[in-house]
C-alpha cells in the first residue's frame, strides 16, 4: 500500500518560513515528477512547485524567489521550504506524485498539512 504523509505545516507570522516535507511509503518502484498544490478556503486549488526526479523544477509565479522545492530520491521525499511568508500563503498545502509499483502506476495524494500566515 503505497501513502503520501505530509507534514511541517504550521502557524507563522508574516515573514518568517516553514519547511513542509512529503515521504512516500510503500512498495514503490520509482516516481517521476512530485508536486506540491494549495487550496485556500474558497478558491481552487493551484500547483505550487514541482520537482521531476532529475531535479527540474517548476514554481508558480506567485511563489518564484520565495519558494524552494527539493527532494531526496533515496528517502522518497519531497520538501517545499518555504521563505517570506504572506497571509495569501495561507493554505492547506498537498502534495502529489505518480508512482510506479511492481504492478501498476497510479496517482497519490497525501492527506494536506495546513499553512497558516498570520498578518
Known amino acids: 500500500q503505497v501513502q503520501l504523509v505530509e507534514s511541517g505545516g504550521g502557524l507563522v507570522q508574516a515573514g518568517g518560513s516553514l519547511r513542509v516535507s512529503c515521504a512516500a511509503s510503500?512498495?514503490?518502484?520509482?516516481?517521476?515528477?512530485m508536486t506540491w498544490y494549495r487550496q485556500a478556503p474558497g478558491k481552487q486549488r493551484e500547483l505550487v512547485a514541482a520537482?521531476?526526479?532529475?531535479?527540474?523544477?517548476n514554481y508558480a509565479d506567485s511563489v518564484k524567489g520565495r519558494f524552494t522545492i527539493s527532494r531526496d530520491n533515496a528517502k522518497n521525499t519531497v520538501y517545499l521550504q518555504m521563505n517570506s511568508l504572506k497571509p495569501e500563503d495561507t493554505a492547506v498545502y498537498y502534495c502529489?506524485?505518480?508512482?510506479?509499483?511492481?504492478?501498476?502506476?497510479?496517482?497519490?495524494w497525501g492527506q494536506g498539512t495546513q499553512v497558516t500566515v498570520s498578518s
Open positions: 502529489y506524485a505518480r508512482i510506479a509499483t511492481m504492478k501498476r502506476v497510479d496517482d497519490y
Open positions: 520537482i521531476t526526479s532529475g531535479g527540474n523544477t
Open positions: 510503500g512498495s514503490i518502484r520509482s516516481i517521476a515528477t
